[in-house]
């Protein structure tokens, strides 16, 4: 599964350095950032920080360099345990498929606070 950044870093450029967009998948890649930026010499308060909502958020451009380019995204393996093909098959289709928001919400309402999290 593409996962999407949470967050943009806007920096401008600095002497021979072009500006630079740099995108965090969450806040601890954004401290590791904001570190980075501080050691290599950008001043504090000289880069600006967007939180993306969701994808909708994002310009077709954005989303490419982000989510879509086989070069430069980033993609989580996805298991659902000890299923067999066909059960997982229809539970992804289930959570992620059109025309199934009635059985999502239904699943995430009786299952929801099961569900462990390695992200």
Known sequence: MAKPPLFRVDVAAQGKRPVRKLYCLDEGELRHVEDKLRKDGVRDGSWQISRFKGLGEMNAEQLW?????????????????????????????MLMGKGEAQARRAWLETHGNEVDVDV
């Open 65 to 93: 360099e982000t989510t879509m380019n086989p070069e430069t995204r980033r993609l989580l393996r996805v298991d659902f345990g000890e299923f067999e093909r066909a059960a997982t098959e229809a539970r992804f289709t």
